[in-house]
């Protein structure tokens, strides 16, 4: 039997200013019938080239050189435009990364469905109206009647991500292109997307390929499973045997970077002493304005909790929970209410001694350096404010595992784990107390995220700093956090420690969020 | 710097627009020494004097040599019309920034009052300012300064709420970082770009602004040559010597362009998506 979709040694190369670079080398992969192929690579490992590929959809400077594509042995790269339009949407779906921008802003939400119903199959608008309803129901989309008048902008993520599947399976198409599907979601709504996927793939039989970076998520949907690295694919296999039993040295060190929630990464117990105390904080983002007032919204309230010296405090929650903002007012970037406590003195005013001892690291390694100063400049900032000589800069570097040469460069000429790194030297160089990480490694790839968290593992042996760690990655957080503290719309819900997780002691809202976390790959034996 | 400028070069607008400006400069800096007389040598004979070999570009009412004149006159003109620009991008940049910084109230207030200014025509709002001040070369260069500074700020404003929401300024803010200090050294490197690109596009604004103030006798007053000058000058006798206005008009509109193609060539050479 002949593979549905087909790709035989294809090779791309994307010309750019500076000779050409190769994106894919010598990929091949195939996807059978009502079979869903997975493809797991970092960032930069061309699984979003491939994709683009099969869709036809390369940017200019891209040329195939090589190879093939074949959807039920009809070669795709020979098509022109219009009958690769013909072909898109009608045998192949597609869904991406962000349903905000896959949908018009301009459209409601009904007409984006029956656009698709009478071009691809050219139903009358009546006919496709009732057909569109009925495909909403399907996605499980409450009040399906209602939405078709909708736009975009009036549903939230999850539900615009059930439009933009319910757009790619209306068609019946005979496979579906998902690329990272989930990761603009928050974990329990991406949780949800997943099982309507098992759902319509078990109703309809179609075959996908899903692109993802998280093991996880990819053992979860898929049978087999290609890893591709550097434009190749480096190892293929059925997906409970491959991350069980990797073979190649790169897949194997991929599924080790994996957090897994039993694997302790910190084994000490902090000391009883109290570093911070937070008493009913509260941030409303009402303001009123001078012409105007804005509405109110995401703020949080009466949070409370404490965190001890040299201790790691996990802070987990969806996204909107107000978990950074929690952040921002310990940090007093928001005006908030409530009191503090640093020492079990009360602080009143933010004062340098605060700041220097409470420091933050934020989420996007690529925003929270200037573009415009150099590293060292970055460096001496904190200090010239807090004390300190220029020439402990290389040291600051070397601490966080970069040359010390690095201080002349330009964030620009950074990767995004070496900004981070940066960001962290740039808070151990006031020498804190505690240092605030805001979902520091939320944007790095999993290798990447595995050394940044050692990194902060062996600067807290080094100094004894204390970790408010904020996340929505639950086998991260239990792998190094003596606590949680569980925070859903502004509100703390639950506070517990972290080996009582499981225990069924905690709160309804946190065994939600551990069942929607995905199971560590090539664990053979879940919680 | 110097690779600035090579970029610049290798768009076409930037060569051109230099190329042009670098003559300009030349001509202000060498211009006295350039002309074949003095400006201000009447010569009875010589009245409208047409273009030829005497005069190259032909003689005014009063027989003055109208290249002599356009030479001296661009000291008056380019370097007056560049300098109300830079002085109106620097308050304007630094108010739109500190707008942007402050947010809330103070942003409010600032740009509704700005609002208000720009709700009068630039021209209308210059003639204003430089009537009010009693016109002359200073308070011309001044009006010009104070009707670009809104339209700076909004521009930087926008440019500034956007660097306002990047994580270094919350880390400077977080460090407890003056305020000063975040507008003059975080955000103002940040949107310094489309700044410099706007203000060179100004300066040809500018250069009309002024000749049109003193076209109309607020700017500089006679015997200076400035080229909108030699324009209002020129204008009675439009019939007999055209090239009266014709020269001066050509010599605003060349130095104009050149602005304009500098601005446009820089907009390319500083996109940061290739900068470094």
């Given at each position: 039997m002949t593979a549905l979709l087909e790709v035989r040694n294809l090779t791309l190369d994307y010309a750019t200013g500076r000779g050409s670079f190769r994106a894919l080398e010598d990929v091949s992969l195939s996807v059978e019938a009502g079979e869903v192929l997975g493809l797991v690579g970092e960032s930069g490992s061309g699984k979003t080239s491939l994709a683009m590929a099969v869709m036809g959809?390369?940017?200019?400077?891209?040329?195939?050189?090589a190879g093939s594509i074949r959807l039920g042995g009809a070669?795709?790269?020979?098509?022109g435009p219009a009958a690769m339009r013909a072909t898109l949407g009608r045998r192949i779906g597609m869904v991406f990364q962000n349903p905000s921008t896959s949908l018009?802003?301009?459209?409601?939400l009904g007409r984006q469905i029956t656009e698709v119903l009478e071009r691809?199959?050219?139903?009358s608008g009546r006919e496709a109206w009732k057909e569109a309803v009925a495909w909403l129901e399907r996605v499980e989309l409450r009040h399906a009647e209602a939405l078709m008048r909708r736009?975009?902008?009036?549903?939230?993520g999850g539900e615009k991500q059930r439009v933009v599947i319910a757009t790619a399976f209306a068609p019946h198409p005979e496979i579906v292109l998902f690329d990272?599907?989930?990761?603009?979601?928050?974990v329990i709504t991406g949780a949800r997307i997943l099982e309507l996927f098992h759902k319509l793939r078990a109703e309809t039989g179609v075959a996908g390929l899903y692109i993802s970076h998280d093991l996880g998520l990819v053992a979860r949907v898929a049978e087999n499973v290609a890893v591709m690295r550097g434009g190749r694919i480096v190892e293929t296999g059925r997906a409970t045997h491959l991350f069980a039993h990797p073979t190649h040295d790169y897949t194997r060190r991929l599924v080790d970077a994996v957090p897994r929630p039993?694997?302790?990464l910190v084994d000490d117990n902090p000391g009883s002493a109290e570093l911070l105390r937070a008493e009913a904080i509260g941030v409303s983002y009402a303001r009123r304005r001078l012409f105007r007032a804005s509405p109110a919204g995401g703020g949080i309230d009466g949070v409370s909790f404490a965190i001890g010296e040299g201790e790691i405090l996990g802070l987990v929650g969806e996204s909107g929970s107000g978990k950074s903002t929690v952040a921002r007012a310990l940090t007093g970037l928001v005006r908030a209410t409530g009191s503090l406590r640093l020492d079990g003195v009360p602080v009143t005013r933010m004062r340098h001694d605060y700041r220097r001892a409470v420091q933050i690291v934020f989420q996007h390694p690529d925003s929270s350096?200037?573009?415009?100063?150099?590293v060292r400049d970055i460096l001496a900032r904190p200090l010239r404010l807090y004390g300190g000589?220029?020439?402990q800069i290389p040291t600051l570097l070397r601490n966080v595992n970069?040359?010390?040469?690095?201080?002349?460069?330009?964030?620009?000429?950074?990767s995004g784990g070496e900004k981070q790194r940066v960001a962290i030297a740039r808070a151990f160089a006031a020498r804190p107390r505690l240092v605030i990480c805001d979902e520091?490694?939320?944007?790095?790839d999993v290798s990447v995220q595995a050394s940044t968290i050692e990194l902060l593992l062996q600067l807290r042996r080094q100094h004894g700093t204390a970790y408010l760690f904020i996340t929505h990655d639950l086998n991260l957080i239990r792998q190094i956090a003596h606590r949680l503290i569980v925070m859903r719309e502004g509100r703390l819900v639950d506070r517990l420690d972290?080996?009582?997780?499981?225990?069924?002691?905690?709160h309804p809202y946190t065994r939600a969020l551990m069942a929607a976390s995905p199971l560590p790959v090539g664990e053979e034996t879940g919680p | 710097m110097t690779d600035l400028l090579r970029r610049l070069f290798r768009t076409r607008q930037g060569a051109f627009g230099v190329s042009i400006l670098m003559i300009v400069t030349l001509i202000c800096l060498l211009g006295p020494a350039l002309?074949?007389?003095?400006?201000?040598?009447?010569d009875f004979l010589g009245r409208?004097?047409?273009?030829?070999?005497?005069h190259w570009l032909g003689a005014d009412q009063f027989g003055r040599d109208e290249l002599s004149r356009l030479l001296y006159g661009a000291r008056d003109t380019v370097p007056a019309a560049l300098l109300a620009t830079l002085a109106g991008t620097l308050v304007g940049a630094v108010l739109g920034t500190l707008s942007a910084y402050a947010g809330g109230s103070w942003d409010e207030a600032i740009m509704r009052t700005i609002d208000a200014v720009m709700a009068i025509p630039g021209l209308l709002l210059a003639l204003l300012i430089a009537s009010t001040l009693g016109g002359g070369e200073q308070s011309a260069l001044l009006a010009i300064a104070i009707a670009f500074a809104p339209g700076m700020a909004r521009i930087t404003r926008s440019v500034a709420l956007a660097a306002r929401q990047e994580e270094y300024v919350a880390a400077a803010i977080a460090r407890g970082e003056s305020g000063v200090r975040i507008v003059f050294a975080e955000m103002l490197p940040n949107v310094i770009a489309p700044v410099i690109v706007e203000t060179t596009i100004r300066v040809s604004f500018a250069v009309m602004l002024l000749a049109t103030l003193s076209f109309l006798g607020l700017g500089a007053q006679p015997p200076s040559s400035e080229w909108g000058l030699l324009v209002s000058d020129g204008r009675t006798y439009l019939h007999d010597a055209p090239w009266l206005v014709l020269v001066p008009g050509a010599a605003i509109a060349i130095s104009a362009i050149g602005f304009n193609l500098l601005g446009d060539g820089l907009r390319d050479a500083l996109n940061p998506r290739d900068e470094r």
């Open positions: 959809h390369l940017a200019g400077n891209a040329r195939l050189t070669e795709l790269t020979a098509l018009n802003p301009t459209l409601t691809h199959r050219g139903l736009y975009p902008h009036e549903v939230s990272e599907p989930t990761t603009a979601l928050d039993h694997r302790r350096l200037n573009p415009r100063h150099r000589s220029l020439a970069l040359p010390a040469d690095y201080a002349s460069r330009w964030p620009h000429q950074l520091i490694t939320a944007s790095l972290v080996k009582a997780l499981g225990s069924g002691r905690e | 002309a074949p007389y003095s400006p201000d040598r009447m409208f004097a047409a273009p030829g070999v005497r």
